[in-house]
């Protein structure tokens, strides 16, 4: 039902950074538990940081320490942080509910590679 539009993507060099956006635009965005998900070719779709609507954070293992997940509830806006970018990053990213509330959006493509 929620309309969800991630960008920010791009290619980057490893070792590079790269600022994830998602936007809920018109919505009650405050009200919800957020995270960002990916999925690489050939792989399961995988949650990688998760936000609570107060404000705490969880991360999957693999980004733990490289990646920062945070929201902007008055602009009813996400963003991911990536740094020291992988090129096991590379993928698709997307947004939605925590746990996953609304359809799947476009997602915004994160390339990593020299």
């Known amino acids: 039902q929620v309309q969800l539009v991630e960008s920010g993507g791009g290619l980057v060099q490893p070792g590079g950074s790269l600022r994830l956006s998602c936007a809920a635009p018109g919505s009650s965005f405050s009200v919800y538990a957020m995270g960002w998900y990916r999925q690489a070719p050939g792989k399961q779709r995988e ?54 509330y609304t359809y799947w959006g476009q997602g915004t493509q994160v390339t990593v590679s020299s």
Request: aromatic residues 10%.
């Open 47 to 100: 949650e990688v940081a998760g936000i609570t609507r107060r404000g705490t954070t969880n991360y999957a293992d693999s980004v733990n320490g490289r990646f920062t997940i945070s929201r902007d509830n008055a602009k009813n806006m996400v963003y991911l942080q990536m740094n020291s970018l992988k090129p096991e990053d590379t993928a698709v990213y997307y947004c939605n509910g925590r746990p996953p």
